[in-house]
């Protein structure tokens, strides 16, 4: 079921290259659309993050796993609240500079969260107390069936961002993440 999930999802995304069930990274992730051949995409998962409800840095061998397989795993986004994830940027070539860095969630809403209530955020600075230098809505998508994947590039350097999300819907509903990373694009 894996390998089908994540060949229509490759389809789908129009993906240059895709990492599937097989072999060492059996993640599910799909690199995003837009890098020309010539090109580098390096994806780098969250390493670490922080849970603003509970006020504690997540569980890197517990919850944070979430985030990092595409599974039926989902990380839990409480209304009225927010979480900011750091990511592993051991991978990125010390040689060249990135061009692009892209965000990518895979996410679904319960049924009365509304457009406008999730907020996806870049910043920099603690992950307790992010600073935020650019935001953008996540397209709301209601129901497990209809889960999406959203890819957001930003202009932001990978060494040291953070990626927040915030959840502001006013009934207590959830947004749920399957899966959330970088994928951060190189020139040749």
């Known amino acids: 079921m894996m390998r089908l999930w994540v060949s229509i999802l490759c389809s789908w995304a129009g993906a240059t290259a895709c990492i599937g069930s097989d072999g060492p990274n059996s993640s599910g992730r799909v690199q995003a659309p837009g890098a020309t051949p010539d090109q580098e995409s390096v994806l780098l998962d969250v390493v670490t993050g922080w849970n603003d409800k509970d006020k504690e840095v997540i569980d890197p061998q517990g919850e944070l796993r979430f985030?990092?397989?595409?599974?039926?795993?989902?990380?839990?986004?409480?209304?009225?609240?927010f979480s900011a994830f750091l990511f592993d940027v051991t991978a990125l070539p010390a040689d060249r500079e990135a061009i692009e860095t892209r965000i990518v969630i895979e996410h679904w809403e319960e049924d009365e969260v509304m457009d406008g209530d999730i907020t996806l955020s870049?910043?920099?600075g603690s992950l307790d107390?992010?600073?935020?230098?650019?935001?953008?809505l996540l397209?709301?998508?209601?129901?497990?069936?209809?889960?999406?994947?959203?890819?957001?590039?930003v202009a932001a350097d990978?060494?040291?961002l953070i990626v927040v999300v915030a959840n502001d819907n006013p009934a207590g509903q959830k947004a749920l993440i399957n899966l959330l990373y970088l994928d951060v694009v190189f020139a040749p």
Not at 72 to 77: I, M, N, P, R, Y
């Open 67 to 81: 985030l990092q397989m595409a599974d039926e795993d989902w990380w839990s986004q409480e209304a009225g609240y």
């Open 122 to 124: 870049v910043a920099t």
């Open 158 to 160: 990978p060494e040291g």
């Open 129 to 136: 107390f992010p600073d935020v230098i650019d935001s953008t």
């Open 139 to 153: 397209p709301v998508v209601n129901g497990r069936v209809a889960q999406d994947v959203f890819t957001w590039p």
